[in-house]
């Protein structure tokens, strides 16, 4: 009993005690929690009274607390410090967890309880948060299959053990392989980029033992986008392009055939379940509804934006002739390298101009001031929380009383034992528990940023601005939630709702008000000079229409994945390249391909909905086109939609928040406004 994840912990605000855990106490609380749970539920499913909304419902929604705490801690750290030993835990114990999932959604006994409160059921005297849950937990059995019967219920038992190896799998090689390709320079590689990718790139190569004249360039997103960004060398920019795109595609963590069996064996389990596709499946709980609906988005984004997009790629293979004085044909490793020279002579502005301004510790100050002048929270740092590696640092957030909101843990360098990417997740969500006690929420903001070098501090570009205030918006759906149930709390909401308002958070880093309130020079503490804001708001829309229909390829490449109506044996490549053919830029190039490397939809829940991101932009653009109207800070505008949206989490159906924020229906006008394609 010295496991600590067998009791609540005794901690201030129930922060995780890291320095309390071991790797070996993973398992077996794991174990323990799954038996808890068990019997919980056996209590619930075997209650001789009538079932009813509190004793069935409610009870369910409130179960499995140990079991809570530990996968709560758990999935987290397998993303963001996770060694061998945790994904062999995680290779022993996903299996279990499958089956106990599937146990409970599969219990009949249990099954005849919701399904009578659900048929019986008198919303007199309920909230509309009280008949969210029913439904929520009503759909949820459908969905895993309480409908089914005899062998078709062993038949989704035995497809969803499958799809939870498979899906793992392809996560620990693609967190595996991005790790092994490194690609070491000399002093005359060097051409082109600037001293901070070079210091940055030398403190690589240092890490790795290696203190002679080497730097290291690795395809961790601060060390990858520069290079390709800045570096004349046209055959290393060719040669790490051709390293990213090929990850997974060969070798021992081959995800090629991965993927396929992922894709086939959703497919085999939507048919099961009555559908013709996964998608069909899987959009029945999203605002889309429909592949129909999913594609009608889609395309009429690319008709809109792919005749833009086609100029600007016109305009800058002319940039480049002009420059090299010679024809250049663009290749994809050309793109980032040429826009960023175009981009600065049309404007005078790029990274290495703004970077300075834009110091971590100055934009952490200014992303928690946005969060105090919008919502009135305050951010205190905390000490004494322990963490889960030393570099992670730990808030306490407030309301303008006073009052707990939450903790907020901030963990911003890349290493080995974390996946690449930046993401929000929570230790614990918020809840009201059966004492009538608000349980706040521990929210961890994880990025991958430039690391600090001995030379100087982290200086981020402004997408890795824009990034973290994508994810401190995610936080704030967390943080500012004040809902009953768990399940539905925070960021618990339809997959093409949840990216709302971190979305509508990333607007602000192009408005002047919010830049000048932190944006200082990390050497002079001069503000960043009127102008050069005025460039950047310039520059916005530059290759938008290129960002969006990018975008939309990965769309359509999720789509075309899971609309398949036939188990796919053939060629992957040709897959993908079919998916994409009337969105590309480029021409194929041997060998790359996104699908195996593509972890959002083959391990990271956004399966079928990876159209979201566009779908919740249309929204969440319109949203902010009402900030526009009434002043991007005002207090009145804000709080609407934190009362509306916020914090709301799933409790009603999304579109009915957002038009008792809006008035109406959001319309894409706003975003091809944003963006320079709608000049009205």
Request: aromatic share 12%; proline share 4%.
């Amino acid at each position: 009993m010295t496991n600590i994840f067998f009791k609540p912990f005794k901690t201030t605000g129930g922060a995780v005690p890291f320095d309390r855990i071991t790797t070996s106490d993973y398992e077996p609380a794991i174990l323990q929690g799954i038996k808890e749970h068990d019997e919980e539920v056996k209590t619930i499913a075997q209650n001789v009274e009538p079932a009813t909304f509190e004793n069935t419902i409610v009870a369910l929604d409130r179960a499995g607390a140990m079991l809570n705490r530990v996968l709560g801690v758990f999935y987290p750290m397998l993303s963001a410090n996770a060694d061998d030993a945790l994904h062999q835990v995680s290779n022993r114990t996903a299996p279990l967890l499958s089956e106990h999932f599937n146990n409970i959604t599969l219990n009949e006994q249990l099954w005849q309880r919701v399904k009578h409160v659900h048929d019986h059921f008198d919303p007199q005297g309920y909230d509309v948060e009280d008949q969210m849950l029913l439904q929520e937990t009503y759909d949820g059995f459908v969905r895993s299959g309480a409908n089914l019967q005899g062998d078709d219920r062993e038949r989704f038992r035995s497809l969803s053990k499958r799809l939870t190896q498979l899906t793992l799998k392809f996560d620990q090689n693609a967190l595996k392989e991005t790790s092994r390709y490194e690609l070491w320079l000399t002093k005359d590689d060097l051409s082109g980029l600037p001293e901070s990718v070079i210091d940055a790139a030398k403190q690589a190569a240092k890490d790795k033992g290696r203190d002679d004249d080497s730097w290291l360039i690795t395809l961790d997103a601060p060390s990858y986008v520069p290079f390709m960004k800045y570096s004349d060398r046209r055959d290393l920019r060719e040669k790490l392009y051709k390293m990213y795109n090929r990850q997974c595609t060969s070798g021992e963590y081959c995800n090629l055939d991965v993927l396929r069996d992922i894709a086939n064996t959703r497919l085999e389990l939507a048919r099961l379940m009555g559908y013709d596709t996964f998608a069909q499946y899987k959009l029945q709980h999203t605002m889309a509804q429909t592949p129909d609906n999913v594609y009608q988005m889609l395309n009429q984004l690319r008709d809109a934006y792919l005749p833009v997009e086609r100029e600007e790629m016109s305009r800058l293979a002319t940039f480049a002739t002009q420059i090299e004085g010679h024809t250049v044909e663009l290749m994809p490793w050309d793109y980032s390298y040429y826009s960023n020279k175009e981009k600065d002579s049309l404007f005078e502005i790029n990274d290495e101009l703004l970077k300075p301004y834009f110091e971590l510790s100055r934009v952490t100050q200014g992303v928690f001031g946005f969060a105090t002048r919008m919502y009135g929270l305050h951010f205190q740092h905390n000490h004494d929380a322990q963490v889960f590696h030393p570099e992670v640092e730990v808030y306490d957030v407030t309301d303008e009383d006073g009052k707990p909101v939450g903790m907020l843990y901030l963990d911003f360098f890349p290493r080995p034992t974390k996946q690449s990417g930046a993401w929000m997740t929570s230790f614990r969500e918020q809840y009201i528990d059966n004492d009538g006690n608000d349980v706040r929420p521990l929210v961890t903001l994880t990025m991958n940023f430039t690391r600090p070098t001995d030379t100087r501090p982290s200086l981020l570009t402004v997408r890795e601005v824009e990034t973290f205030m994508h994810e401190f918006g995610h936080a704030l759906h967390q943080l500012l939630t004040r809902c009953k149930y768990q399940s539905l709390s925070g960021t618990n909401v339809y997959r093409d709702f949840v990216e709302v308002p971190s979305q509508f958070n990333e607007n602000y880093v192009y408005e002047r008000e919010f830049l000048d309130s932190f944006a200082q020079h990390y050497q002079t503490g001069e503000p960043v000079p009127q102008e050069l804001i005025d460039r950047l708001i310039a520059s916005s829309q530059y290759g938008a229409a290129y960002a969006c229909v990018r975008q939309l390829g990965f769309g359509f490449i999720d789509m075309a994945w899971h609309t398949i109506t036939e188990p796919y044996q053939d060629d992957i490549y040709r897959f993908e390249h079919n998916a994409v053919k009337d969105v590309q830029a480029f021409e194929p190039v041997d060998g790359c391909i996104m699908s195996p490397q593509f972890t959002h939809i083959f391990s990271g829940g956004y399966a079928a909905g990876y159209y979201g991101y566009k779908w919740a932009e249309v929204i969440e653009c319109d949203a902010f086109s009402k900030f526009k109207e009434d002043g991007i800070f005002n207090r009145e505008t804000a709080q609407s939609w934190v009362k509306n949206v916020l914090s709301r989490g799933g409790t009603e159906a999304p579109m009915e928040l957002y038009k008792r924020f809006r008035g109406c229906e959001p319309r894409i006008e706003a975003m091809m406004r944003r963006d320079g394609i709608d000049k009205k």
